[in-house]
Structures are given as C-alpha cells and as structure tokens.
C-alpha cells in the first residue's frame, strides 16, 4: 500500500510545485527573483520523480545497458538545468513518469494475484477413521486412504467412487454443460463439485498431482511463456538515446576540432555548450512520452466506453495483428442457458400432452434440463399435475405415477434398463434427449441443447472480413454437440471431449507455426491455462469466472461475442493515431533540430515546439474517443 501511495503521490508532489513555481515567477514573486531560490525550488520539484529515473539510469548502465531511455532523460533534464531552464527539467520528467506509471498499471494488473485467485482448491479434506472424520489438510491424505465430501462440496483430491452413482458439476475442469453422472469405481477428479448426495472417494494421487494442481501448473507455466510485449519507448530509445548524445557531443566538439586547423574561425566553448545542451532539451522524447501512453490509453478509454477491458496498451497492439480465433463453446459462443428445442411424440399422443406428462414428472427435479423442460411449459400455459411415488434413478432419470399410469423419464439408458423399446435413430441425435415412456410403452422424446449468442453469426462473418480465416473451436462438451454447432456456424475445425491439458495442446499446437497469431476466447477456470498461454486471451467478463477474467488480456465486459470484432477495429485505429503521432513528434522534433545546430532557433521555440506537439498529440489521442464503430 506505501508503495502504491508513493506512486501517486511523488508526482502529485512535483505538479503541485512545479505550478506554483511557474505562478510565482509570473507573477514576479520577490523571492523568486532569486536565481538560487528558483533553483531549490525547482530543484525539490524535480527529485520526487527524477530520483527514481536517476537511479534506474544508474542500474542500466552497471548491468550495461547503458543507453536506455532512462539515460537520455537523465541528461536532457540535466542539462535544462544546467542552463537554467529548470521548469522544463521538472516537466519532462513529471510527464515521463506519469506516463510510465500508466503502462506499467495496466500491465501489472493483468498479473496481480493470479495465482491467489485461481487457486480454489478446499483447504481441507474429511478424511475417514473409522466410524469417525478427520478434518485435515489435502496435502496429508495419502493415496489410498478414503475421504468424504458432503453435497456442494469441492472435491480436494483425485480418487474412485465408492458410492454407487453420483452426479458432478464438471464446469470448473472441463466446461461441460451438463452434470456428469460417474459410476462406482469411476474416477473423479480434484475441482469437481457434488451435485447430489455425500459421497465417500479413494484417493489415487496425492495432493501436488490433481487435476486441479495440474491447472495451476499450466497456468503458471503458460504466464511464463508469454513475456509481456517490449514497450516502444524502450526499443526506440536504444537508437534514439545514443544518436542525440553523440550529436551532442559532436556539436560542442567538431567546431573545436575546426578552430584547431582554421584560424580565421574564433571558437568560444560557451556558445557552442549552450547550443549542445540546447540540443538535448529540444531531443527531450516529451512529446513522445505523452503522445504514446495517451494514444494507448485513449483506446483503452473508448474500448471500456464499448463494453471491452484491455488490460495493457501492448494487447492494443497484438490483436490487430491476430489471424487465428479459438473459441471455447459454452458460455462464449452459446448462453451456457438450457432450452427445449424440439418435441416429438409417437404419434399415440399429441405434443402437447407429452411436454405435460415429462414436465409434471420433472417439476421437482432441480437437474437444469429438468428446470429447462418445466420452464418451456410454463411458458406454453400448459397445467401441471402432481405426480405420486417419484424416484429419482441416478444417472438415468425419473420414475413416477401419473393419472394411475407408470411413466418413466429419463435418457436411452433409462429405457434400456426397463427394455422398453424405442427408435435407434435417437441414440445418434446430438442434442440432450429426455425420452418418455407411458405403461412401459415408448411416447416420444424432447431435445433439450444450449442456445447460440444472437450475434455469434454475424461476429464470425465480421471476423473472415477482417482477415481471420482460421475460426478453430474447443470444448468440454460431447464431439457430437460440437461437431452439429461447429456445421451450423461454419468452422471447419471444431474438438469436443477435452480436459484444460487437451486445450493446452491445441493451444501450443497452433502456436508452433511462427505464422499464427492465436487468440482464445473462453469464460470458465478450465479455460485459464490456454488464455495465458494463446497470444491475446479474452475471457467474457459478464458471466465469466473470476480466474478467466485475471488469466485473459482483455474482457468482454458484456458477453457479447460482437464485442471481438469491436477490439480488433479499436485496436487497428488506436495502432493508426499512435503511428500518426510518433511521425509527427519525431517529424517537428527533427526539423527544430536542424535549426537548432544551425543556430537559428532558440531554447525558447525548442520548448513551444515540443510543448505545440505534445498538445496536437493529446487531441488526436482523445480523437479516438468520439469514433464510431460499425461491427459489420
């Protein structure tokens, strides 16, 4: 917190005096008549945010790095001083402060406490003794040993089900859509939640090797992987840094050199070390230290206006230069929100009368197909009736008595079990069926599947006309399911069936061709490690979770898969106003140069140059913020 206070509060210090410094040398304050007054003054204004880059110039040039950006605004803000300039000292400096401490926020946002955040492991674990629980740390469980998990609860460790069946919300692993049902002897993996009943497990792998404890790892070995992009500023300044010094110096020296052979030329080394230090207050980067940050953040600015984070100025950049989409499925290009999509009956009974008689026998189940069926009937003003003797058979259905008939709801294993006999064909149809029986008589089924996002289409066919061809899709969902969306929306290479690791490889897969640039889009924890690792992650921020939101580089904040294209147009018109603002600071910069080493413009214009460019920067920076986006 001290940390972050002084960064605030050392420029703050610096402005507050630096303006009252000016005030009182315009308004011919009598101490400040005083050269040695201003110079204190001025002096104090510039260590709190000088000191630091002294400092930082000093460690470059011990680790050899000797002509950093640091160096340069080291000895032009000297320099000023040295001639008596100390307002413009103290500026330049305070604008390159604060400028750098607007990059490096954003950037160290995207990385605070990741590791606290994605770490939603239990903190302990029921072990079984007997007749009697233990409360103890997952790291103390051994392999074999047995624990307990209660309904709700976060399972800590990978191990095999004891119990007979059991239902399992997947999500934070696998993305799945749906509960999974495991069998006895089955094994159930670190992360998943109970959805049911308590349940006892045998623990096969220690605390370290869980699936969960696998996650983390990708995750910390992805964030590795991916070094945050140099800064312009950084790699210009190690061309711009040595040409200006050396110019410089070659200003006070050649003339020197010139006198020792010509004696018709009068040499007087003060006139030519003011032109020098004259040369270095005007190759002062101030325009660029301000035009850069504000053209990035001026982006940022209109990118938060339309519902989109970027978590750093260099994301601006690597989205515009993308030209590989992969997709998670649920809850990014779907609602991850369950609805009825067809009714067929066997011809016996009308549609009507099936959605009632599956809907009154669900009407009790909290299972999300069962709320989505009930829903959609209510919906349609259809009267459900109170069935008798309900059982839930797990892993399979419902079972109960309606109007003195047995009805059996449930999937094909359900009518399997009963050998009632039913069409085959809906053993191959991709969407989750609810199959009914009436007496042991098959009745008709109801298809139940996630619905697609309102503007996934048109966001896919605005993504090709921008120049990403290759659209890929993962998930956690059934191949079948993936494979019918992945048809419908036309991407060609579509992965159902796979774990985070599977991701990972896909990830990696992709990204060993040095000509893609791959961008993930996903919302759950299961989907953190291949948003750390792809080259822009983007986590949608509304329904996501906390850890893929940390993990990604930028969030859609409200969902919409539209919102991607929205990046990409801000990103390439961000890029488009920083370039047009770097041309013209390094353009005016070398035309006053020139006139400067000619002797013909003074401290004066060099300064009204510089602070003229630093405003016409800021206005085109902010112009950003009153573009229209047209995502079509």
């Not at 978590?311 to 601006?316: D, I, P, Q, R, V």
């Not at 036309?490 to 991701?503: H, T, W």
């Not at 006053?592 to 800021?618: K, N, Y």
Request: net charge negative; charged share 20%; with cysteine.
């Amino acid at each position: 917190m001290n940390t972050q206070l002084k960064t605030y509060i050392r420029p703050a210090i610096s402005f507050i005096m630096l303006i009252a410094g000016l005030i009182a040398v315009w308004g011919h304050t009598a101490c400040f008549e005083n050269q040695w007054i201003r110079f204190i003054w001025y002096l104090l204004a510039y260590f709190p945010v000088g000191l630091p880059v002294l400092k930082e110039a000093w460690e470059s040039i011990r680790e050899k790095d000797i002509f950093s950006e640091y160096l340069l605004m080291s000895i032009a803000t000297i320099g000023a001083f040295f001639i008596g300039e100390y307002p413009e000292g103290v500026a330049v400096m305070l604008f390159y402060a604060i400028g750098e401490h607007f990059q490096d926020a954003a950037i160290d946002r995207a990385k605070k406490n990741i590791g606290d955040l994605l770490d939603v492991r239990p903190e302990t674990a029921n072990l079984v003794k007997g007749d009697t629980l233990e409360t103890v740390s997952p790291e103390a469980v051994k392999t074999g040993e047995i624990i307990e998990i209660k309904t709700g609860g976060r399972i800590p460790l990978d191990g095999l089900l004891l119990n007979d069946s059991a239902t399992f919300n997947t999500a934070a692993l696998t993305g799945e859509s749906l509960p999974r049902t495991i069998e006895k002897g089955e094994e159930v993996l670190a992360g998943m939640i109970v959805a049911d009943q308590v349940i006892r497990i045998q623990v096969v792998r220690p605390f370290g090797q869980s699936a969960l404890s696998r996650i983390l790892e990708l995750v910390e070995n992805a964030s590795v992987r991916k070094a945050p992009a140099e800064q312009f500023i950084r790699r210009f300044a190690r061309i711009y840094t040595p040409a200006v010094v050396a110019l410089a110096v070659l200003i006070v020296l050649l003339p020197w050199i010139y006198a020792l052979f010509s004696a018709s030329f009068s040499y007087d080394f003060n006139t030519w070390l003011y032109k020098g230090l004259v040369f270095l207050v005007i190759s002062c980067p101030c325009a660029l230290v301000i035009s850069i940050p504000l053209g990035y953040f001026g982006g940022i600015g209109a990118a938060s206006r339309h519902g989109v984070l970027f978590k750093g100025s260099n994301y601006l950049d690597a989205i515009t230069q993308v030209n590989t989409m992969v997709f998670d499925k649920t809850g990014t290009l779907t609602k991850g929100v369950f609805e009825v999509q067809e009714i067929v009956a066997d011809g016996a009974i009308s549609e009507n009368n099936l959605l009632k008689i599956i809907a009154s026998t669900e009407a009790q189940s909290t299972h999300p197909i069962a709320k989505a069926i009930v829903e959609y009937a209510n919906q349609q003003k259809i009267i459900l009736e109170k069935p008798e003797n309900t059982k839930e058979i797990a892993g399979l259905g419902l079972e109960a008595a309606l109007n003195g008939s047995q009805i059996c709801v449930g999937n094909t294993k359900l009518l399997d079990s009963y050998h009632i006999i039913f069409p085959e064909e809906i053993r191959l149809i991709p969407e989750t069926t609810v199959l009914c029986a009436i007496d042991s008589v098959y009745a008709g089924y109801i298809t139940v599947a996630d619905t697609l996002k309102e503007d996934v289409s048109q966001t896919l066919v605005s993504l090709r006309r921008l120049g990403i061809k290759n659209l890929v899709m993962l998930s956690g969902d059934k191949q079948a399911i993936v494979s019918k969306l992945a048809s419908e929306l036309g991407i060609e290479q579509a992965y159902g069936d796979l774990l985070p690791e599977n991701k990972v490889e896909h990830i990696e897969h992709l990204k060993s061709n040095p000509a893609n640039i791959v961008a993930f889009v996903g919302d759950g924890i299961n989907d953190a490690p291949v948003l750390a690792l792809s080259d822009v992650g983007i986590a949608m921020g509304g329904l996501g979770s906390d850890v893929a939101i940390e993990a990604a580089d930028l969030i859609i904040q409200t969902d919409q898969p539209g919102k991607i294209v929205t990046a990409i147009q801000l990103g390439k018109i961000t890029r488009r106003i920083v370039i047009q603002n770097i041309s013209l600071a390094l353009g005016v910069k070398i035309i006053v140069l020139i006139l400067a080493t000619a002797g013909i413009a003074t401290l004066w214009e060099a300064v009204f140059a510089d602070v003229g460019v630093a405003l016409l920067a800021i206005l085109n920076a902010i112009r950003i913020l009153k573009i229209k986006i047209n995502r079509k």
